[in-house]
């Protein structure tokens, strides 16, 4: 049954003479109320999940996934050569969950938020990912935990024209925050140096593209995860993508409304240690990243959203 959370019902019912507009444009918004997570739903989710990725069809799934033509003719492809820069640091990039403690620097954090989202080039008019219609709808926001020259638990966004940081929560609601964010897959979450929150301000890119539009935002979200994830394995530093949060409570941590920006993508960083957990749940010896030897070996295989370190 849908279920149209508050937020979404008053920006309905508060649409006046558009109403008929926006009521044809809030489907997205429909979609992403429906899939959010709340305390309560939040556990019977957890569970769902543990127990699905028990399922003997899910391991099936996750020991074969690909496509498979049994009955077609193949084109052969060329062995690949050996590995450039860029193919090296793609090889090295893992999801890292074990963390030294150590602080990211602040020139560590200053390139990975220019080169994840800033504003680059001689002119500083590129930025770092593609984006339908050049509308660039996502805002960044960073959680310190260890970070030099920022303070635990204060929420700061990236300031991406001006490459700075606002403070947007001057006081450490770090306790609030990791109860909100599920890092439950972290070895030991005090040793992580940060997370950052990718948002989305969807009418950036919805007034333009309409629900389709929503479509465009979460493939730009995954290329910034991405671009952070390569960025802080090239600089020997670890990051881990999470997919579960309590959306509200996290919204409100953040400031923001949480339907017309609301977040997305959670992403821990921090410095690596020697070993490191695996997707499969098994600690395994880190292995040398491009750049900077940073990059953490394990056999991906979990989903994570959240569930208890082993559910991922
Ligand atoms: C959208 C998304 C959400 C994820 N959520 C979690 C998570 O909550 N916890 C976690 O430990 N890993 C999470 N992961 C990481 C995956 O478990 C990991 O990418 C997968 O096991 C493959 O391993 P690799 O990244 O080391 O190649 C997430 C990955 C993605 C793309």
């Known amino acids: 049954m849908l279920k149209v959370e508050q937020p979404v019902l008053k920006k309905i019912a508060g649409a006046g003479i558009y109403g008929a507009l926006q009521l ?46 049994s009955l077609m003719d193949q084109a052969e492809l060329e062995p690949p050569g050996e ?16 963390y030294s403690g150590e602080a990211v620097t602040r020139q560590e954090l200053s390139r990975l938020l220019l080169n994840t989202y800033g504003r680059i080039g ?8 593609a984006s339908g219609g050049a509308l660039y709808p996502l805002e960044l926001y960073v ?8 303070e635990r638990g204060w929420v700061y966004h990236y300031n991406a024209d001006r490459h700075a940081l ?4 001057r006081e450490d609601r770090w306790e609030e925050f990791r ?12 040793k992580i140096s940060m997370v ?50 309590l959306d509200d409570a996290l919204s409100r941590l953040l400031d923001i409304d949480g339907v017309d920006e609301a977040p997305l993508l959670p992403i821990v ?17 880190q292995q040398g990243g491009g750049g900077g030897g940073g990059a953490a070996q394990g056999n991906g295989a979990g989903d994570g959203n959240g569930a208890a370190r082993g559910d991922r």
């Open 24 to 69: 044809k444009s809030t489907l997205s918004e429909i979609f992403h109320e429906n899939t959010k997570l709340y305390p309560l739903s939040a556990r019977a989710y957890t569970q769902n999940v543990a127990q699905l990725g028990k399922s003997a069809m899910v391991k099936l799934l996750m020991a074969n996934p690909f496509k498979v033509y």
């Open 83 to 98: 590995p450039n820069e860029l193919e090296k640091l793609i090889e090295a990039r893992r999801s890292v969950r074990s």
């Open 122 to 129: 001689p002119k500083r008019n590129y930025r770092p990912v």
């Open 143 to 150: 959680v310190p935990v260890n970070v030099e020259g920022l």
């Open 166 to 169: 606002d403070i947007v929560r």
């Open 179 to 190: 109860h909100l964010v599920w890092l439950a897959d972290m070895e030991d979450v005090e």
């Open 196 to 245: 950052v929150v990718v948002t989305a301000v969807f009418a950036r890119c919805t007034m333009k593209y309409q629900d389709r539009g929503y479509r465009l935002v979460l493939i730009e979200a995954g290329e910034v995860g991405h671009n952070l994830a390569l960025l802080a394995s090239s600089l020997g530093l670890g990051s881990c993508l999470l997919g579960g949060f």
């Open 269 to 285: 960083v921090g410095r690596p240690s020697a070993t490191n957990i695996g997707g499969d749940g098994v600690e395994h010896a």
